[in-house]
């Protein structure tokens, strides 16, 4: 059974940065894409950014310069690494491998 359960949201200040992580259980890691999402209140959810099994990364263009997604086949994770938050990046961060799992999310909050 998949697991992806992700950490490291809470509450930051414009400007700040996270790091959030997903630990994965229960599958191949290294053979699968990796992707965070996210979805704010009222709002469908979108993709933030995406990493291929051998490395390759996808950025929405509104986190382009960013953010910075890593994946670590030893540990069986896949980090997002936040910069320049601005109340915008407010939402619930979710992490997916593309097979249909998904974890609870993490929840990012950017407000003084």
């Known amino acids: 059974q998949v697991q992806l359960v992700e950490s490291g949201g809470g509450l930051v200040q414009p400007g700040g940065s996270l790091r959030l992580s997903c630990a994965a259980s229960?599958?191949?890691?290294?053979?699968?894409?990796m992707g965070w999402y996210r979805q704010a209140p009222g709002k469908q959810r979108e993709v933030v950014a995406s990493?291929?099994?051998?490395?390759?990364?996808h950025y929405s263009d509104f986190v382009t310069g960013r953010f910075t997604i890593s994946r670590d086949p030893a540990r069986n994770t896949v980090d997002l690494q936040m910069n320049s938050l601005t109340p915008d990046d407010t939402a619930l961060y979710l992490c997916?491998?593309?097979?249909?799992?998904w974890g609870q999310g993490t929840q990012v909050t950017v407000s003084s």
């Open positions: 997916t491998n593309y097979g249909g799992s």
């Open positions: 229960g599958l191949i890691f290294s053979i699968w894409p």
């Open positions: 990493i291929s099994p051998t490395g390759d990364t």
